[in-house]
């Protein structure tokens, strides 16, 4: 079984903060996406990334895969109201993954004003 | 923008009782899943469905559960004789890409069972 661990679980800050959001696994993935979910909602799409040690960058979020392609950030940079929610990852393609998704358990993050 | 869609947004049933979960994926792409997510707690895998057939299940997607893409637009989740455990939110997602890759999710259809 494949484990996705996020940390930390819940995050608050003030606006204009920084955050980095941590994604980690003892399982190899082909690929990483990290979704926003809002509640009573489905997860949106925000990224994925697919070589290891690759680095995405949308607006003030950055996302990195790492090396070993077993782990990843999210870091948002001066954080905004706006960017609260819950942010979770998923692995695809991970040995005996098939063709599921396996999530982690989410970061839910506050941004106060 | 494409998007997926399901109906309905909320249904709730007695316990052994007869559920169909609809969802409409995105036009061009090829494969097909469900996803539930009991509250409080990650979104699970169920089953993922390509070129009219399952191409894998979790533990969850027992003989109660079944899927059919009857018409070529809708891709429907049925479970037969729902119980208390079955209650969650069910995604569809869909993908063009094989592995679970990039892909979208409806909105959720909210199951209660009483």
């Known amino acids: 079984t494949q484990l996705l661990e996020q940390s930390p679980q819940f995050l608050s800050i003030q606006e204009g903060e920084n955050l980095t959001v941590y994604c980690n696994s003892s399982?190899?993935?082909?690929?990483l996406q990290w979704y926003r979910q809002e509640p009573g909602e489905g997860p949106v799409l925000l990224v994925t990334?697919?070589?290891?040690?690759e680095v995405k960058k949308l607006k003030r979020l950055t996302f990195q895969f790492g090396d070993a392609r077993k782990d990843s950030s999210l870091h948002i940079t001066a954080a905004q109201p706006g960017d609260t929610g819950l942010y979770l990852c998923a692995g695809a393609g991970g040995q005996n993954a098939g063709n599921m998704l396996t999530f982690g358990g989410g970061t839910r993050l506050m941004v106060k004003p | 923008e494409p998007e997926v869609t399901q109906t309905p947004s909320h249904q709730v049933t007695q316990m052994g009782q007869e559920v169909i979960l609809r969802c409409v994926p995105i036009s061009n792409h090829l494969y097909f899943y469900w996803y539930r997510q009991i509250l409080g707690q990650k979104v699970e895998f169920l089953v993922s469905?390509?070129?009219?057939?399952?191409?894998?299940k979790s533990e969850i997607f027992d003989d109660q559960f079944s899927v059919e893409r009857p018409d070529g637009s809708n891709f429907t989740l049925k479970i037969r004789s729902t119980k208390l455990e079955d209650s969650a939110m069910y995604f569809c997602?869909?993908?063009?890409?094989?592995?679970?890759?990039?892909?979208?999710f409806g909105s959720g259809t909210q199951l209660s069972v009483l």
């Open positions: 990334v697919v070589t290891g040690g």
């Open positions: 399982s190899v993935f082909s690929s």
């Open positions: 997602a869909s993908g063009i890409l094989p592995g679970g890759e990039k892909l979208f």
């Open positions: 469905f390509y070129n009219n057939e399952i191409s894998e």
